[in-house]
């Protein structure tokens, strides 16, 4: 993903391109806290194994289980993270169920889970930027790693930032998937500014609530689609106008607009169809659920449409931008619902369902220093940020 300086307006303020704030120079971690010895990237005294959630074969939800699993190593720019939130997506119970990279998953039993939050518990340098002990997030390489679905994770240094300050891991663990591909959709590849009219179907979800909120960081005017009860979730988002799709087609009252950000496709209702009729000429459709729709391209280009699909990946640098919007106040975050690790199948299960208010998220270890109120957010699930502490 390409850079952008984040935007000088109202809602931002002035933000020169400058290096990332997350990535200068390392001021030394209380080792202590994470409560791990370390000698200059090396581990010491961690056990073999780990607890994670894996499944044996793909499956239902019901193939989710809690197993000890041989613990991960970390080799060349890979860091060891020790998890303590790690977010659930879309993709995630695709593999599971035997689609999204579960043709390439190398071997049994697998741990799903890209998102994560956690602890660094080594380094792959002295002088790397992040040290053990420092707190981040970030997204796992499924397949090609162990997910996040586990007490460890190695990751890429291209894949790991600092932790938004103001977020507790819970609440940053919701990050990285649905940041990024709302990133990506809306700055990249739709160029979200000032004068533009952009719709965003399926506002309120994971992807959906980022993307209404960096597209009106950037100054565009946001309509967005939601159900009955994510009207008023919308507008606190800072939606401009927000259509309830369960009383209005949005096609009946739109036109001219410059882009869509399209988070549905055609499964349902020939959604993705009828964002082309609202478009204008050589305006953009930018679609994420890219199996959904085969015959996009065609469409779009006998309308006069430019339409392209968008696939996440992971981006430092990118995080690092969407720390500032976090930090500074201009975006939040948003939990429905946090889960025990134990009980993936449930989170699973709801995240199939659909409909649900930004993201859910597994609770896979205690934060250094976490206090005894945290288990509010846990068993079957919590809501909202406020109890998505540590």
Same mark, same amino acid.
């Given at each position: 993903?390409?850079?952008?300086?984040? &935007?000088?307006? &109202?809602?931002?303020?002035?933000?020169?391109?400058?290096?990332?704030?997350?990535?200068?120079?390392?001021?030394?971690?209380?080792?202590?806290?994470?409560?791990?010895?370390?000698?200059?990237?090396?581990? !010491?005294?961690?056990?073999?194994?780990?607890?994670?959630?894996?499944?044996? /074969?793909?499956?239902?939800?019901?193939? $989710?289980?809690?197993?000890?699993?041989?613990?991960?190593?970390?080799?060349? #720019?890979?860091?060891?993270?020790?998890?303590?939130?790690?977010?659930?997506?879309?993709?995630?119970?695709?593999?599971?169920?035997?689609?999204?990279?579960? &043709?390439?998953?190398?071997?049994?039993?697998?741990?799903?889970? $890209? =998102?994560?939050?956690?602890?660094?518990?080594?380094?792959?340098?002295?002088?790397?930027?992040?040290?053990?002990?420092?707190?981040?997030?970030?997204?796992?390489?499924? &397949?090609?790693?162990?997910?996040?679905?586990?007490?460890?994770?190695?990751?890429?240094? $291209?894949?790991?930032?600092?932790?938004?300050?103001?977020?507790? /891991?819970?609440?940053?663990?919701?990050?990285?998937?649905?940041?990024?591909?709302? @990133?990506?959709?809306?700055?990249?590849?739709?160029?979200?500014?000032?004068?533009?009219?952009?719709?965003?179907?399926?506002?309120?979800?994971?992807?959906? /609530?980022?993307?209404?909120?960096?597209?009106?960081?950037?100054?565009?005017?946001?309509?967005?689609?939601?159900?009955?009860?994510?009207?008023?979730?919308?507008?606190?988002?800072?939606? =401009?106008?927000?259509?309830?799709? !369960?009383?209005?087609?949005?096609?009946?009252?739109? +036109?001219?607009?410059?882009?869509?950000?399209? $988070?549905?496709?055609?499964?349902? #209702?020939?959604?993705? !169809?009828?964002?082309?009729?609202?478009?204008?000429?050589?305006?953009?459709?930018?679609?994420?659920?890219?199996?959904? @729709? *085969? !015959?996009?391209?065609?469409?779009?280009?006998?309308?006069?449409?430019?339409?392209?699909?968008?696939?996440?990946?992971? =981006?430092?640098?990118?995080?690092?931008?969407?720390?500032?919007?976090?930090?500074?106040?201009?975006?939040?975050?948003?939990?429905?619902?946090?889960?025990?690790?134990? =009980?993936?199948?449930?989170?699973?299960?709801?995240? %199939?369902?659909?409909?649900?208010?930004?993201?859910?998220?597994?609770?896979?270890?205690?934060? *250094?220093?976490?206090?005894?109120?945290?288990?509010?957010?846990?068993?079957?699930? +919590?809501?909202?940020?406020? %109890?998505?502490?540590?």
């Amino acid at each position: 993903m390409r850079r952008r300086p984040l &935007p000088a307006s &109202p809602t931002v303020g002035p933000a020169p391109r400058r290096p990332p704030p997350n990535r200068g120079p390392h001021t030394p971690a209380n080792h202590s806290a994470a409560g791990e010895n370390r000698q200059m990237g090396n581990v !010491t005294n961690l056990p073999p194994t780990m607890r994670a959630l894996v499944i044996d /074969h793909p499956g239902t939800p019901d193939e $989710l289980h809690v197993a000890q699993v041989p613990a991960p190593t970390a080799v060349f #720019d890979e860091l060891l993270v020790r998890v303590v939130a790690a977010g659930v997506n879309p993709i995630d119970a695709k593999t599971r169920a035997g689609g999204g990279v579960a &043709p390439v998953i190398p071997a049994y039993p697998a741990v799903l889970g $890209l =998102d994560f939050s956690g602890v660094v518990i080594s380094a792959p340098y002295a002088a790397f930027p992040l040290q053990p002990g420092d707190e981040v997030f970030g997204m796992a390489r499924v &397949p090609r790693t162990l997910g996040s679905y586990a007490e460890l994770v190695t990751v890429s240094s $291209l894949s790991v930032a600092r932790k938004p300050a103001r977020l507790s /891991h819970v609440e940053a663990a919701a990050v990285p998937v649905a940041a990024l591909t709302a @990133w990506g959709m809306v700055v990249d590849l739709a160029a979200a500014a000032p004068g533009q009219r952009m719709l965003i179907h399926a506002g309120s979800g994971g992807v959906g /609530h980022f993307a209404v909120q960096f597209a009106k960081a950037f100054g565009a005017h946001v309509i967005a689609t939601g159900s009955t009860r994510n009207v008023g979730f919308l507008r606190e988002l800072g939606a =401009d106008e927000v259509i309830d799709y !369960t009383q209005t087609r949005f096609d009946d009252v739109l +036109s001219g607009l410059d882009a869509v950000i399209d $988070l549905v496709g055609n499964v349902h #209702d020939n959604t993705g !169809t009828r964002s082309l009729a609202v478009l204008r000429p050589d305006g953009i459709l930018v679609n994420a659920p890219t199996g959904s @729709w *085969p !015959t996009m391209a065609e469409e779009a280009a006998a309308r006069g449409i430019r339409a392209t699909g968008f696939k996440v990946a992971a =981006d430092a640098g990118v995080l690092d931008y969407i720390t500032e919007l976090i930090d500074d106040g201009s975006v939040r975050v948003h939990v429905d619902r946090v889960f025990d690790l134990a =009980d993936g199948a449930s989170a699973h299960r709801l995240i %199939e369902e659909g409909h649900t208010r930004g993201k859910i998220v597994l609770r896979v270890t205690d934060a *250094p220093g976490a206090s005894s109120g945290a288990a509010s957010a846990s068993g079957s699930g +919590s809501a909202g940020n406020a %109890e998505a502490r540590p």
